[in-house]
């Protein structure tokens, strides 16, 4: 069985972070204002390591939620002193924390480097310049790039967080986003396509008529593509979409917009439907006729190459005229037709 990595997330929502950008409600993502102390973070520490498991190999902090290097120095060191011990002892092999492009100084990554902070992610957003004007991030595309930069050349890993679908934002903007980040390479992105939360000003454009947030369809569609470049390119995908919310009825964050606790399996699963109309189109070209067919799938990846409800077997049937298409399983890493 492969080794597993875990990463235990120490949340510092708004900390260090005097913007408000029109997307964000980090109380509310995050369920949590408060700060935390260290008491609470030993025990988020102490319950995540006493549930691993001997076939975990790596085992990290993260830091999420916040502008991690736009902290007071003091209290970043004093945080980060926190995992010291764990790191010393080798319960906690290395530190991820995020923030934002514009926060990003030699002398910042100085401070993570002494704490043995292995990655920095990045809230890119967007790499074109009207989104991130109108999405009031305060910051250029030119800052990511010359962030990312930075941060590669100082020998940290790099992280790359996009949101597609932000005011002014169009598909064609968002592939160039991935564009360019694949021409960054970082080690790992994450998408989360962009949601209409309460208590934010997406909120407020939203309900004036301002802002239309992409349909779930219009996502999986742009999304698959997008993760097709990063997979392709041997980039690391460590999240699309929000984490799934827990909340009670008349208490859900979500005011419009994508948001679906599957959608990350969704767009994996659309990127392989291409895959499959290829094969097929391919397979069609030399076969006339609507006999049932065998597909032969990669059983690794069998249930992204179905689909949600078989949904990629019945759009392949329809689209190609078959009468069945019987799925069966093989440790090739392509699909191939019987
Ligand atoms: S997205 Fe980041 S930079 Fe923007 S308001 Fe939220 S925490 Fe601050």
């Known amino acids: 069985m492969s080794k597993k990595r875990i990463t235990i997330p120490v949340f510092i929502p708004h900390i260090g972070c005097p913007h408000c950008c029109v997307f964000c ?18 025990a988020v520490i102490e319950k995540y390591l006493s549930a691993v498991s001997t076939s975990v190999e790596k085992v990290e902090l993260a830091f999420f939620g916040g502008s991690f290097t736009g902290i007071e120095p003091e209290l970043q060191e004093r945080y980060l002193s926190w995992i010291q011990p764990y790191i010393e002892k080798g319960e906690i092999s290395s530190i991820r924390v995020s923030t934002r492009p514009d926060y990003i100084t030699g002398a910042s990554l100085a401070l993570l480097k002494k704490y043995h ?20 991030r305060g910051h250029s595309s030119d800052d990511s790039v ?47 396509p962009a949601v209409v939360l309460k208590d934010t000003a997406l909120e407020t454009l939203f309900s004036s008529g301002d802002y239309t947030p992409m349909t779930i369809e219009e996502t999986v569609e742009l999304c698959s593509v997008m993760y097709g470049m990063f997979y392709e390119n041997g980039i690391n995908i460590i999240r699309m979409g929000l984490h799934p919310m827990d909340f009670t009825e008349g208490d859900n964050p979500v005011v419009a917009g994508p ?14 439907r291409r895959a499959l109309e290829t094969l097929f189109k391919d397979w069609r070209s030399e076969h006339s006729d609507s006999r049932p067919v ?15 409800n078989r949904e990629n077997i019945f759009y392949l049937k329809e689209k190609f005229f078959l009468t069945d298409i019987v799925c069966k399983y093989t440790d090739n890493s392509e699909p191939s037709i019987q």
């Open 294 to 308: 065998s597909l032969l799938l990669p059983g690794k990846n069998r249930e992204e190459f179905i689909g949600m």
């Open 146 to 192: 010359k962030a990312v930069k930075l941060i590669k050349e100082s020998g940290f890993r790099s992280g790359i967080q996009l949101l597609p679908g932000l005011p002014k934002d169009t598909p064609q903007k968002s592939v160039r986003t991935a564009e360019i980040t694949v021409s960054l390479k970082p080690d790992d992105v994450r998408i989360y």
């Open 117 to 136: 902070v292995e990655t920095v992610e990045l809230g890119v957003q967007s790499f074109d310049d009207e989104v991130l004007e109108a999405s009031g």
């Open 259 to 272: 948001y679906h606790p599957a959608i990350g399996f969704m767009i994996k699963s659309r990127y392989r």
């Open 25 to 42: 409600n980090q109380w509310r993502v995050t369920g949590s204002s408060s700060q935390p102390n260290m008491p609470a973070v030993a």
